[in-house]
């Protein structure tokens, strides 16, 4: 059993930084996701910890101990690779067995451990085929088998589902889940996909730029986002991100103006604001109801585009210069040049300052 | 109509493309004809097509009455052909490990300038090879280098490095580093990622690169002409000597030594087939 800790690890390509002074803990049995667009770090940063990547500065610990200065294969990780890296070459069976080979185990052994992994992962049948037979749902479970036969600290995914179909994908997503809690070991888990994440992870760090942007749990990270790059970036559809000015403050009911369009907010808790200075307010598209009014608690606009997304819509309201999107129930039956009220849900409005922190009342 | 695979050629185009391809193979063939002549058939006008088939020509390469004499001395000839086969085989894999070692560095290790590297790399082909023949004629003789085995093999090593390595290089980077990566994490070496990961990924690569290699060394003449002696010449100089020492070219045997000439590449392309094929279509197919 053992933890994972990264300590102001930097990595630097020449003049580019990919990985910016990021400090991380990973608990004995914790899965964390790092989560973050394309080319954010996440990938270099887990392998740094993988020991494929040397760091250019920081230190990494496994197990307490510090591992910088050790090589991959002394390390003593386990990892499941994106375009699942197995052997061509070689049976499935072979691919489970070779990382079994620096352990110097009897064959007994060796055929006993790739048995039971096929069993976890349902490979019995396929044990003797060559990866080019498999399909990729297949490889990638050979992938996944392939890190947990042998009894590493910890665990590294890398994309491990990002070159399934949708369907596949969702399917591997509880198994991979399911097999991850039966090890209870440090896990790290790489990912463009924050459904991935949130449904995965026990703990989530949003990445950008190399830079951590906030470690939570996942429904912190979605309830409670810390600044508006992780509020835009988690949640579909994404977050109505909406420039304000503040024109009445009165204890915890705050008065803004959007555009031309005046809306009072009550946020429950006195917030440190001040008056006429502009702020971004954030409200999820399912954060609205449609009243019937236009009065001082909603927002008002035309439905300029309807989304059709199975049992609800998102409609596409605009009012003047201002845009914004709220998902709605089919059952409201709304055209496009519709007028509609829509009121956000008490409690479910987020308030970001100029630089795009949280503001909040804790 | 009997109906024909999708992709197929129908007759008309695989009659047009016999057409071709034998125009290609017709002085080849001419030279094969030729080296089983008399030498009246050979010089004969029109050209014979059907006469006695004779092994003389073929005789003739290792024993060859000398001038002024009627006796059969050896020519030494099968000395110069095991010149060739040793000094490009040698040469040959020489240039393989030496460039297959590089590559693998620029590709998995590039250095600050890599680019830079590589093409004064290539720069070194850009010239024609005689240019430099008066400077490495002198080094070779002051360095004791000239006529030796060790000299020319060095030579046509130097040679093929920058082909090989470029060609190599480009193997090595289309191979999925994921695999590398995979194996480092099961516990493998260095040594063993490239011996049993890599090496094995690019067998086609290699043979490609042997293959170019060896056509390359196995024709050189002019460096052969000026830096071997009469123990370590190779055939190509071997070959023109012989011709070029008479009055009238004996065209028989000039097939003749061809035909024993292009056996040795004919045998190793036609093995090594299946990898060239593989291994010269890189880049235009996909995995």
């Not at chain 1, 990021?22 to 080319?39: D, Q, T």
């Not at chain 1, 009220?341 to 949280?358: A, I, M, R, T, Y």
């Not at chain 2, 193979?25 to 002549?37: D, G």
Request: some cysteine; charged content about 20%.
């Amino acid at each position: 059993m053992a933890t994972i800790e990264l300590q102001n690890l930097t990595k630097a390509f020449g003049d580019l930084i990919a990985v910016d002074n990021v400090s991380l803990k990973v608990e004995e049995n914790e899965v964390l996701c790092l989560l973050g667009p394309s080319g954010c770090g996440k990938t270099t940063t887990l392998r740094m910890v993988a020991g494929l990547e040397t760091a250019t500065s920081g230190d990494i610990f496994i197990g307490n101990k510090n591992v910088n200065n050790l090589d991959t294969r002394d390390r003593n990780l386990a990892m499941a690779f994106q375009f699942y890296a197995l052997y061509p070459s070689l049976t499935v069976a072979e691919n489970l067995a070779n990382p079994l080979h620096a352990d110097n185990l009897s064959d007994e052994e060796i055929k006993k451990k790739i048995l039971e992994v096929a069993d976890i992962l349902q490979l019995r049948e396929i044990v003797n085929r060559k990866p080019h037979q498999l399909a990729e749902g297949e490889k990638q479970r050979v992938a996944v088998g392939r890190a947990i036969i042998r009894d590493p600290e910890c665990f590294l995914f890398d994309e491990p589902l990002s070159r399934l179909d949708v369907q596949l994908r969702e399917q591997m997503r509880g198994q991979i889940k399911e097999v991850l809690s039966d090890l209870k070991k440090a896990t790290v888990i790489v990912t463009h996909d924050q459904l991935e994440a949130l449904t995965m992870a026990t703990k989530i760090a949003v990445m950008r730029d190399g830079l951590i942007e906030q470690v939570s749990s996942p429904h912190d990270i979605f309830a409670k986002p810390n600044n508006t790059f992780v509020a835009g970036f988690i949640g579909t559809p994404q977050m109505n991100i909406l420039e304000c000015n503040i024109s009445e403050i009165n204890s915890s009911i705050i008065k803004i103006k959007v555009l031309d369009q005046e809306v009072e907010i009550d946020f429950k808790t006195s917030l440190s604001v001040n008056k006429n200075d502009s702020y971004f307010i954030g409200i999820r598209p399912r954060s609205f109801e449609i009243v019937d009014n236009n009065t001082l608690d909603n927002f008002s606009g035309t439905i300029e585009l309807i989304e059709n997304m199975g049992s609800e819509i998102l409609v596409h309201v605009k009012n003047n210069h201002l845009t914004f999107r709220s998902v709605q129930s089919r059952s409201h039956k709304l055209k496009i040049g519709d007028v509609i009220n829509l009121k956000p849900k008490n409690g479910q409005v987020h308030l970001f300052n100029k630089s795009g922190e949280v503001i909040r009342n804790e | 109509m009997k109906k024909r695979a999708i992709g197929q050629a129908g007759w008309l185009w695989t009659s047009l493309a016999s057409v071709v391809a034998f125009i290609y193979f017709f002085p080849v063939l001419f030279i094969i004809l030729t080296a089983f002549r008399s030498r009246s058939d050979t010089l004969a006008t029109p050209p014979k097509w059907f006469f006695t088939p004779t092994f003389d020509n073929f005789y003739h390469i290792f024993f060859r009455s000398m001038a002024n004499s009627t006796e059969y001395v050896a020519t030494g000839f099968h000395m110069y052909f095991f010149n060739s086969i040793y000094i490009s085989g040698m040469s040959v894999l020489l240039a393989l490990l030496i460039g297959t070692l590089a590559a693998y560095g620029f590709s998995r290790h590039p250095l600050r300038g890599n680019d830079t590297y590589m093409f004064i790399i290539l720069t070194t082909r850009m010239l024609p090879p005689i240019i430099v023949i008066v400077p490495i004629f002198l080094i070779f003789r002051i360095t004791g280098l000239a006529g030796t085995y060790t000299g020319i093999i060095l030579m046509y090593t130097a040679f093929n490095l920058p082909f090989s390595i470029w060609m190599m290089k480009s193997f090595f980077d289309e191979l999925n580093t994921e695999i590398e990566d995979a194996s480092r994490m099961d516990g493998a070496s260095e040594r063993s990622v490239f011996f049993g990961v890599c090496i094995p990924q690019v067998k086609a690569g290699l043979a490609a690169t042997s293959v170019f290699a060896l056509i390359l060394t196995w024709n050189e003449f002019l460096f052969s002409l000026l830096l071997t002696n009469k123990l370590t010449r190779t055939m190509p100089p071997a070959m023109a000597r012989t011709i070029g020492g008479e009055i009238n070219v004996d065209y028989g045997l000039l097939a003749a030594m061809i035909c024993l000439f292009i056996i040795p590449i004919f045998l190793i392309t036609y093995l090594l087939q299946n990898q060239l094929l593989r291994g010269v279509t890189f880049g235009t197919i996909k995995k």
